[in-house]
């Protein structure tokens, strides 16, 4: 189970980073991502990373938010971040973070089936 945190109320510009850890990890490699769902719609992916043999082995991002999100990682800590920049009247939603392990995934990274472990939300507010 994945447990993210960060989340809350700030005015439209204004930045918040997310966090979510994954507790359970058992393999150095792994696939981690975030998705979004805002009310009344369907749930939207945010950006991913995939980790492997010691090094990033890609990153992506969904194109509004490129430039002003960005997913990082503290492995040590098994810790992934979503630093977020420049926030928008379309960016509220709740927040989920996700992971499979390895990094060698059969799916995209923008598939929700990619990803087999979920964490239960967290909301981010953009006040205008």
């Known amino acids: 189970q994945l447990v993210e945190s960060g989340g809350g109320l700030v005015q439209a510009g204004g930045s918040l980073r997310l966090s979510c850890v994954f507790p359970g990890r058992t393999k150095s490699d792994f696939t981690m991502g975030w998705f979004r769902q805002g009310q009344g719609k369907e749930r939207e992916f945010v950006a991913a990373?995939?980790?492997?043999?010691?090094?990033?082995?890609?990153?992506r991002y969904l194109d509004s938010v490129k430039g002003r999100f960005t997913i990082s990682r503290d492995n040590a800590k098994n810790l992934v971040y979503l630093q977020m920049h420049s926030l928008k009247p379309e960016d509220p939603a709740v927040y989920h973070c996700?992971?499979?392990?390895?990094?060698?995934?059969?799916?995209?990274?923008?598939?929700?089936?990619?990803?087999?472990?979920w964490g239960q939300g967290t909301q981010v507010t953009v006040s205008s």
């Open positions: 996700a992971a499979a392990e390895g990094w060698r995934v059969s799916m995209s990274l923008p598939s929700a089936a990619t990803y087999i472990y």
């Open positions: 990373l995939t980790w492997g043999g010691g090094n990033t082995r890609s990153v």
